[in-house]
DNA sequence: GCAGTGCCTTGATTTAGGTCAAGAATGCAA
DNA sequence: TTGCATTCTTGACCTAAATCAAGGCACTGC
């Protein structure tokens, strides 16, 4: 029953999405599920790693937590995307924390299984190449973000990249926060008082509408060309 | 002659350094010598990737330039070092520019030769996984120090990054900036001015000497706690 | 020699964003 | 409902680092 639970839920996985069932099955040997709720951790700072993981659903938040409580979030990883892969091809220990944000299931995916796919199936090795490069893609992006742009501006390019794509050219583009406020923040690299008075003033400027975790843009055009 | 040289410097390249004199051979059909002078370019930001760099000698660096003059140094590329594999895998458009900082001698290697030997050889697979891991680690890295860390902190983390580990337990270690201090302020996310105050102040504090590019560290332990 | 041109340093001033502190709003549990 | 705990907002204030503005120093080529 668990196993062929497993064998669709990771033949439906974007990174294993053309392989054939015996080479599901063969991943499928080397996963465990991970039924996890609300504030659990799946490893910290220093760890050693065994693998890697995907979130099948719910939300896992990857952060540093420095000496002195601060924490500064690094990713928030959602469903179908995978996380751990670089630190275990690199034999290291994690250099940040994994906390569950939502309760969630989440896939374990052992190292040995891994390597043994990539000795066998160089479109694997490919898929994970791709999948590392995005991630690194991602990671120049806020380094760029972090040094190039104000505050305000990454409010407003995170509100772009999270809006839903599907909208239709209608006027009002909605977009609901997927984590608390705090957590956003964070992630932006500001600290929530700073993320309220940015929303405060775009609010007050009319280009988007605030209420709790629903946002509405007002004015697509003049918020791109926000200074 | 060309021929061998270009088998002999893949030869002893990290990369590929497990690989047999046929591997090399196919290797080098793809690629291209480009001997390069200060200030030349690379590619810029936009361009289309069709393969990936690897420095033989010589140093170039990547950077964004923002639309306003303003620019911003992301990585210094040294021997035995490469880059954009990423964006080669991603087959999206570089993010950045590669200038040439000191006449320099890269090699080309194309997607396509790369692609095959992916998908013959799983050992040349794990390899790029590997190399690609190694700089997803330093951009968490420097994720990390951007936001957890003062200025004065990531000046010092250079420095000590960049201590001659063979320098024996011998008390001063040397230090030769390897770039203008204007480009490893870029590189360290400050002005300029702010690094030549915090060189300043370290070495009012005692804990370093300072000579042009020749940076001598008097007093390791201290550094380590500076803050 | 002595202009000219990049670097680098130093000082004065400004500012974006952080910190601290006090409430308001929301949610949840009993 | 009430009580308690988060999370969010708002205001007053502070500070690290940027910006602006001179100069200084070490090269180059004439």
Do not use: W
């Amino acid at each position: 029953m668990v196993q062929i639970n497993v064998h669709s839920i990771l033949a439906n996985l974007p990174l294993f999405n053309e392989m054939c069932p015996e080479e599901i099955a063969r991943l499928a040997l080397g996963a465990r599920e991970l039924h996890l709720s609300r504030s659990d951790k799946l490893f910290h700072g220093g760890d050693a790693s065994h693998g890697f993981y995907i979130v099948v659903y719910g939300q896992v938040k990857l952060a540093f937590n420095s000496t002195k409580g601060t924490e500064k979030v690094v990713k928030l990883v959602g469903p179908g995307q995978s996380f751990g892969e670089a630190v275990m091809f690199l034999g290291k220990p994690y250099p940040l924390s994994a906390h569950v944000l939502a309760d969630s299931l989440v896939l374990h995916l052992s190292k040995a299984v891994v390597y043994e796919e990539i000795a066998r199936d160089p479109i694997f090795c490919r898929k994970m190449l791709a999948g590392l490069s995005m991630r690194l893609h991602g990671l120049v992006h806020d380094v760029e973000s972090y040094s190039l742009h104000s505050s305000a501006q990454r409010v407003i390019g995170y509100l772009l990249q999270h809006e839903t794509t599907d909208a239709a050219a209608g006027k009002a583009v909605h977009i609901q926060l997927t984590a608390s406020k705090n957590i956003i923040a964070s992630r932006l690299n500001i600290t929530p008082e700073t993320f309220s008075r940015i929303l405060h003033d775009l609010c007050a400027a009319k280009l988007i509408g605030v209420e709790g975790k629903d946002i509405t843009i007002l004015d697509i055009e003049k918020l791109r060309n926000y200074g």
